[in-house]
């Protein structure tokens, strides 16, 4: 792009969430800060040795590196976000690829019907692959316009907002499509293979 140019404009695409008449999901109330949430520590990573890797049921593997990833075509994703821990965060706008647009990029096998993204430091999140696919999941690479801070995912996280928000995978590194669901990191200690927060999807028992 020369250098003077204007950015080109994102499309913005409204989470159909947001519409709701009540926003707020069953047991959850609103926060106007952001929390931050994982387990670990927060790892550093250098964009330059960054890369995302599409494997499993796809027809050939694909990497990306970040060179490449942040110059695919982004959208703005106006959302609410839920966490488990029953916090709710309104009119949120995530910015980066979506996830649409990303797994254009691969050949994925009718058998795939599943993902299970893959993160710095072996944190991994199962999600149905409809569900990552959906219109309003993303890439982010932005929060309201600013990048993302270490501590909610830099360079790079995923946003499916209508499931809880541990399924939204930060510093994520890999997605791996999948014929089974395989049960993640919070998956495995008793969370929700689905996460559908309108339904109380915390805990598997
Ligand atoms: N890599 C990674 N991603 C993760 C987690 C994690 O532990 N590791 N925790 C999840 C949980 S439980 C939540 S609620 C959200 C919190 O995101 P935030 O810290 O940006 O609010 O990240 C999700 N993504
Ligand atoms: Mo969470």
Redesign the pocket.
């Known amino acids: 792009m020369p250098e003077n140019s204007i950015p080109p404009t994102r499309p913005t695409i409204v989470s159909p969430d947001t519409h709701r008449v009540r926003r707020i999901p069953p047991g959850q109330s609103e926060t106007r800060k ?7 520590s927060v790892p550093h990573v250098d964009t330059s040795a960054w890369t995302l890797r599409m494997f499993g049921l796809v027809k050939q593997e694909k990497q990306f590196t970040f060179q490449q990833f942040s110059a695919l075509p982004s959208v703005n994703v106006q959302c609410d976000i839920h ?3 029953r916090w709710s965060r309104l009119n949120n706008t995530f910015s980066g690829p979506s996830t649409r647009t990303v797994a254009a990029r691969v050949d994925i096998l009718p058998a795939a019907k599943f993902v299970l993204l893959h ?2 430091q072996g ?1 991994t999140t199962n999600l149905p692959l409809d569900a990552f696919l959906s219109e309003d999941a993303l890439f982010a690479l932005y929060h309201d316009n600013a990048p993302l801070t270490p ?3 830099y360079p790079v996280r995923l946003v499916v907002p209508r499931l809880y ?2 399924k ?4 994520v590194r890999g997605v791996e499509f999948l014929a089974e669901d395989i049960p993640g990191f ?1 998956e495995q200690n008793g969370y929700h293979m689905h996460g559908d927060p309108w339904d109380e999807e915390r805990f598997s028992f």
């Open positions: 952001w929390p931050v949430l994982h387990y670990g966490c488990v821990t993160c710095e944190f501590e909610h995912g928000f541990w939204s995978a930060k510093w919070w």
